[in-house]
């Protein structure tokens, strides 16, 4: 089947704008990740969903950062006010809900705040 | 979640050389994985290894973990040009499926 899909591919916002990333998860896979990974570094978690819980959104680096997954399946990250340090790929995976799972990333959204 | 510390932070190796990978975590674990993330594919899961395996083989990979020293291995043998990439080692405990990253060993393979 497909894997996790992420749109857009690539973004560019100017400073102040708000923007909104799609992730579509593999079919049957109740957990939902975000990351944000900037050049050179490892990915940075953000949240975590379990069908539409968010169960942890301690990664998130502010208040203009939120996450939706309203429906179990697919889920948006939203920046609003987007300021420069904002820019970075951010990386979507899926997993089945069992503890040994692997997780399944998508090819990222890559921002550029200018 | 827990972070697992990558070691070295870069490689640079000849093609056919092996390329052995290190990981050192902090707390006890219910398993160990390690992805791969290359500018072509983005992030891969490579081979996850439970806290009660000692080694683990898939292809030309093999995973070790010594949950006394609290460390893993990842050896790449007959390295090829297209293993250049990233190797993120990410411990998992029992807290569920968090999986928190580090900055990874960055293996260049040269032809």
């Known amino acids: 089947g497909a894997g996790v899909s992420q749109s857009p591919r690539y973004k560019v916002a100017k400073r102040g704008q708000d923007v909104a990333l799609r992730c579509d998860p593999i079919?049957?896979?109740?957990?939902l990740f975000w990351y944000q990974q900037a050049l050179g570094q490892g990915p940075e978690f953000l949240t975590y969903?379990?069908?539409?819980?968010?169960?942890?959104k301690s990664g998130l680096p502010s208040d203009r950062f939120f996450a939706e997954r309203p429906e179990g399946s697919v889920s948006t990250l939203k920046i609003q006010r987007t300021q420069q340090e904002d820019s970075a790929v951010y990386l979507c995976a899926s997993s089945l809900p069992l503890r040994d799972s692997p997780l399944h990333f998508g090819n990222g959204t890559r921002l550029t705040v200018t | 979640s827990q972070q697992g510390e990558e070691d070295p932070q870069a490689l640079s190796i000849q093609e056919g050389e092996n390329a052995t990978m290190n990981c050192s975590y902090k707390?006890?674990?219910?398993?160990l994985q390690w992805y791969r993330q290359n500018s072509g594919r983005g992030l891969v899961h490579l081979i996850l290894?439970?806290?009660?395996?000692r080694e683990k083989h898939s292809g030309r990979l093999r995973v070790t973990l010594d949950t006394s020293k609290k460390s893993s291995s990842l050896l790449i043998t007959a390295s090829r040009a297209a293993d250049t990439a990233s190797y993120f080692c990410?411990?998992?405990?029992?807290?569920?499926?968090?999986?928190?990253f580090g900055g990874g060993t960055r293996l260049m393979v040269k032809p």
């Open positions: 707390t006890s674990i219910n398993n």
């Open positions: 969903f379990q069908n539409e819980a968010q169960l942890d």
């Open positions: 290894i439970r806290s009660n395996e």
């Open positions: 990410v411990p998992t405990g029992n807290a569920g499926n968090m999986l928190t």
């Open positions: 079919s049957g896979h109740v957990s």
